[in-house]
């Protein structure tokens, strides 16, 4: 390729930073750069990166879906020799070489087409790894896929965060963001929502000093009112951009990433909103979830979840590129004119606003994608307390059907029992109460349960959650003493579910637990696996900490009868309960609203 021509990045090879996992960059049998204070990746001679990692690889098949790049090409700026390689992946595992060839020492910047890709010579190309040999001591200063075809549009991006007391987290994230404000011209500002506490971390008491950052104190409306705000604040923005990146408190970002996204939209001959992975913060090798689909009975499906992104085989699962229902708001890029097309996100406090808004974005015809490579580090909620989570969970969920009965039915009665039964049975009697409390207030209407703001809500359903006595916290016990069980899975049909549920509970009633607890579990307990036991439950990775859950007869038959009393309430209220949500949520979800929640006066 002659040096004059002009060429444009689509993505860059990029090395982990210090402690990062080196197997979602590179392969096993690869060399391991670090990216250094300078950047730059540094081989010494005979050294050899294959950058066949989960950040590093090209996924074709989503290129070639969502955008119009022509040809691949490769742009290499480095000083000493180098042994360039391309090799294509085809489905089945298969891989050809679609470039061999040596950079000389004396060549400042060299660029060679893979005149092999293209959607007509080989459309069966799906994705794209480098390996690179030193052939002496060299210095990478960028290795890039690169096309010929200038950017469709000009994108420029605000990023909204979300918090609530996370201050460790979002320090690290906030401070891996700032360089970007100064580097990243399609970065115009980052927004940050703080409805906790003051700060009190020197990075975050700092930021406003710092241009292209705004900070806003607000009372805390959860983090749907959050997101919300950094909505608004964007669509009001003297500034306009094109397109809002939503992230959660509670990640760890490589900033390169958000670059990454931005190169993928300039590319994209329509809107679409663009979703990251989530990888658990507690095992950074393993994908918690790519997006995922809605299901019978509202029940939801993650894409690739347990997946070890360190396995190659694991890369196959972006082979061809797809849309989801909804992706998580750890990273998620919304254009700025969806958010007017689909408005903004549901009053729910916490949980499901994202699900909720991902379907109003497949309604008003916006796809969703997951482009792989986008992934952020999220804390695991395996090691988080349900409790009151379990309120927002099925009280919003009951909402949301309410709100997209073309999605799938209202839940059933015997899927809304399951949720309470299924926490009285692993002796988690604080999630089974708040079950009760979520039914209770989904079928008061909103005329009721949203009569007061979402702090108070919280308030109100916590205390009566915090009535019952709460687990008892071991730390006794080594992180080896019992066997660590990985949850069961086991797909038995509604029928079947109602049979062993009432053989557990029979079994809890009639035989008393006796003994020291044998099980320790990572994540959801099952009631099949612990069968009216008493058991551990982990708060962290080692099992050092764990909740004793263990049967309390009487207050199972009370909670019980209170559920079965509250199914049939549900049978019979549900649809109108239904028809009452359906017709308030456009109000709920309205500028005005949100501008009493935040207190603000609103035109």
């Not at 990478?140 to 469709?152: A, M, Q, Y």
């Not at 994209?268 to 090798?285: F, N, P, T, V, Y």
Request: aromatic share 8%.
């Amino acid at each position: 390729m002659a040096p004059d021509v002009q060429v444009y990045p689509l993505q860059q090879i990029i090395a982990p930073r210090p402690g990062d996992p080196s197997a979602l960059y590179f392969a096993v049998a690869s060399a391991t750069p670090r990216a250094k204070g300078d950047g730059l990746m540094h081989l010494a001679s005979g050294q050899k990166i294959i950058a066949d990692g989960f950040f590093n690889c090209l996924y074709l098949a989503w290129w070639a879906t969502h955008t119009d790049i022509g040809r691949v090409g490769l742009r290499c700026r480095a000083t000493g020799r180098l042994a360039l390689r391309v090799i294509g992946h085809r489905a089945g595992g298969k891989r050809v070489t679609l470039l061999d060839c040596l950079v000389p020492d004396d060549h400042p910047e060299f660029r060679t087409p893979i005149w092999a890709w293209d959607r007509c010579s080989a459309p069966d190309i799906l994705r794209l790894h480098v390996e690179v040999t030193a052939l002496d001591t060299c210095r990478i200063d960028e290795l890039s896929f690169v096309t010929l075809c200038p950017p469709l549009r000009d994108v420029s991006l605000s990023i909204g965060i979300c918090t609530f007391n996370r201050e460790d987290l979002l320090a690290e994230t906030v401070a891996e963001l700032i360089p970007l404000l100064g580097t990243e011209p399609a970065l115009r500002r980052i927004i940050l929502v703080n409805q906790g506490k003051s700060f009190s971390h020197p990075i975050l008491t700092s930021l406003h000093k710092t241009a292209g950052i705004r900070v806003i104190r607000q009372p805390n409306r959860g983090g749907s009112g959050g997101f919300a705000r950094t909505m608004i604040e964007t669509l009001d923005a003297a500034e306009p951009v094109t397109h809002h990146l939503i992230m959660d408190d509670d990640i760890r970002v490589d900033a390169r990433v958000v670059q990454r996204a931005i190169r993928f939209l300039c590319y994209c001959a329509k809107d679409i909103a663009l979703g990251g992975q989530s990888i658990d913060l507690e095992d950074r090798l393993r994908l918690h979830e790519a997006g995922a689909m809605v299901g019978k009975d509202w029940q939801f499906h993650p894409f690739g979840n347990g997946a070890s992104l360190a396995n190659r085989k694991c890369l196959e699962l972006w082979n061809n590129s797809f849309e989801v229902d909804y992706n998580g708001w750890w990273f998620c890029v919304l254009p700025v004119s969806a958010i007017r097309q689909a408005g903004l996100p549901a009053p729910f406090f916490l949980h499901n606003d994202d699900v909720d808004y991902g379907l109003r974005l497949k309604e008003a015809g916006i796809p969703l994608v997951p482009l792989p490579g986008l992934g952020v580090w999220h804390a695991s909620i395996l090691y988080k307390h349900v409790g009151l989570a379990i309120y927002y969970d099925l009280r919003n969920l009951l909402i949301m059907a309410s709100f997209h009965p073309g999605f799938a039915r209202l839940p059933g009665i015997l899927t809304v029992l399951g949720w309470t039964m299924f926490n009285l049975l692993v002796h988690r009697y604080r999630a089974g109460l708040s079950c009760l409390i979520a039914i209770e207030d989904y079928l008061a209407g909103p005329d009721v349960t949203f009569a007061i703001d979402g702090a108070l809500r919280n308030r109100i359903v916590r205390d009566r959650v915090q009535a019952l006595t709460a687990p008892e916290v071991w730390t006794d016990h080594g992180p080896k003493s019992f066997p660590l069980v990985q949850p069961l899975s086991y797909r038995v049909g509604i029928a079947g579910q109602v049979v062993a549920f009432a053989a557990i509970f029979l079994r809890i009633i009639l035989v008393p637990s006796t003994g020291k607890p044998t099980i320790v579990f990572r994540g959801r307990p099952e009631p099949l696996a612990i069968f009216g036991r008493s058991y551990l439950r982990a708060l962290d990775p080692a099992a050092t900490r764990c909740f004793h859950l263990r049967p309390r007869r009487i207050l199972l038959i009370l909670l019980t009868v209170r559920a079965l009393i509250l199914t049939v309430r549900y049978q019979l209220e549900g649809k109108r309960a239904a028809a009452r949500w359906q017709e308030a949520m456009p109000a709920l979800c309205s500028r005005g609203r949100w501008a009493q929640e935040f207190g603000q006066a609103h035109d």
